[in-house]
Nanobody, 125 residues
Framework: QVQLVESGGGLVQTGGSLRVSCTAS????????MGWFRQAPGKEREFVSS????????YYAEFAKDRFTISRDNAKKTVNLQMNSLKPEDTAVYYC??????????????????WGQGTQVTVSS
């Protein structure tokens, strides 16, 4: 069983940057691919980015390319999402997710083995 706890959300102005982090406990972190999803009010949860177990492969939703960067530290059992050039439409609850050793692209279908509770990111205009 893996527990995931997100942190780092908050309020930022348009064009600003924010980094959200996810810390895992339980399980063997390095055996899991990790992903980030988000859900805005009134909208369905959507895929943001994912990374394979080693950090050598990453995958991004189109809207996240060139603005967001995912990374992981297996020693610290953390996965981070650096978000730059933020826009009001990036406002959402951001969720961390873990999945068995799968290609990062597999997160696109929206499923995962474990989910965090989410952290709020609000971008003011």
């Amino acid at each position: 069983q893996v527990q995931l706890v997100e942190s780092g959300g908050g309020l930022v102005q348009t064009g600003g940057s924010l980094r959200v982090s996810c810390t895992a406990s339980g399980g063997t972190f390095r055996t899991y691919a990790m992903g980030w999803f988000r859900q805005a009010p009134g909208k369905e949860r959507e895929f943001v980015s994912s990374i394979n177990w080693s950090g050598g492969r990453t995958y991004y939703a189109e809207f996240a390319k060139d603005r967001f960067t995912i990374s992981r530290d297996n020693a610290k059992k953390t996965v981070n999402l650096q978000m730059n050039s933020l826009k009001p439409e990036d406002t959402a609850v951001y969720y961390c997710a873990a999945k068995g050793d799968v290609p990062p692209e597999s997160f696109q279908i929206g499923t995962a083995d474990y989910w965090g509770q989410g952290t709020q990111v609000t971008v003011s205009s």
